[in-house]
C-alpha cells in the first residue's frame, strides 16, 4: 500500500479485556516495529521484526503482550487481561533502508477503562 | 543500554533559525536520526547521519559528531508550521531498533 495502516485507530476496551491491534506494511519493507507513545512522552519500543529472523521481544512490557507477523506482511499485536496503565497510542513502523527512516502508521489509541 | 538527552521545549519566533541538540550514550553506534511529529500526528522520518558533519535538506540540516556523541537539527525560515515535536534517535546496530529520545517541543511564534 501507499502507507503504513493500522487499524482500528481508536479502541476503548474494559480492564481485563484482551485487544487485538492490526498493523499493515509497506510493501517490500522487511522491516516491521511496535512503539508505544504514552499522552506527551517519547516513543517506548516493544517489538521488532526482521524478515525471517525471530523478532526482538525485547522491549515488551509483560508477558500479557504478544505480537505476530504473518507472511512477513501484516502483524497483530495482542494485549492480554488489559490494565489502566496500558492506555496510550500504538505506533506500527515499517522501513526498508535505515537511511530512509521508518514510516510510521497513524497508530491505534487504547484507552482501558 | 542507551541514552538521549534533549531539551524538553524550545520557543523561537517566525523566520528565525532555532537548534535543536541532542546527546546520546550508546554500547554501539549506527546513526543517529530526527523525526517530526505533530499533534495528534505519526512521526515522521526527516534525517539520518551515519558519518559525521551537517547533512541539509532544504530548509532542515543535520549534524552529527561521533566523537562528542552529539548532534543537532537547524532549522531556518521558521514557519508557524513547524511547530511540534522533534524526536532524535539512535540504534546500536543495523539489526536493532531504534531508541528515540523524549522528544523536543518547539513553538513557534510570530
Known amino acids: 500500500g501507499a502507507g503504513v495502516s493500522q487499524s482500528p485507530s481508536n479502541k476503548v476496551t474494559e480492564k481485563g479485556k484482551d485487544v487485538e491491534l492490526r498493523c499493515d506494511p509497506i510493501s517490500g519493507h522487511t522491516a516491521l516495529y511496535w512503539y508505544r507513545q504514552s499522552l506527551g512522552q517519547g516513543l517506548e519500543f516493544l517489538i521488532y521484526?526482521?524478515?525471517?529472523?525471530?523478532?526482538?521481544k525485547s522491549g515488551l512490557p509483560s508477558d500479557r503482550f504478544s505480537a505476530e507477523r504473518t507472511g512477513g506482511s501484516v502483524s497483530t499485536l495482542t494485549i492480554q487481561r488489559t490494565q489502566q496503565e496500558d492506555s496510550a497510542v500504538y505506533l506500527c513502523?515499517?522501513?526498508?533502508?535505515?537511511?530512509?527512516?521508518?514510516?510510521f502508521g497513524s497508530g491505534t489509541r487504547l484507552t482501558v477503562v | 543500554g542507551q541514552s538521549l538527552e534533549q531539551p524538553s521545549e524550545v520557543t523561537a519566533v517566525e523566520g528565525a533559525i532555532v537548534q535543536i541538540n541532542c546527546t546520546y550514550q550508546t554500547s554501539g553506534f549506527y546513526g543517529l536520526s530526527w523525526y517530526q511529529q505533530h499533534d495528534g500526528g505519526a512521526p515522521t522520518f526527516l534525517s539520518y547521519?551515519?558519518?559525521?558533519g551537517l547533512e541539509e535538506t532544504g530548509r532542515f540540516s543535520s549534524f552529527l559528531s561521533r566523537s562528542d556523541s552529539y548532534g543537532y537539527l537547524l532549522l531556518q525560515e521558521l514557519q508557524m508550521k513547524d511547530s511540534a515535536s522533534y524526536f532524535c534517535?539512535?540504534?546500536?546496530?543495523?539489526?536493532?531498533?531504534?531508541?528515540f529520545g523524549k522528544g523536543t517541543r518547539l513553538s513557534v511564534i510570530a
Open positions: 534517535a539512535v540504534r546500536n546496530s543495523g539489526n536493532t531498533p531504534l531508541v
Open positions: 521484526f526482521q524478515g525471517n529472523s525471530a523478532p526482538d
Open positions: 547521519n551515519a558519518l559525521d
Open positions: 513502523a515499517s522501513s526498508w533502508k535505515e537511511a530512509y527512516g521508518y514510516t
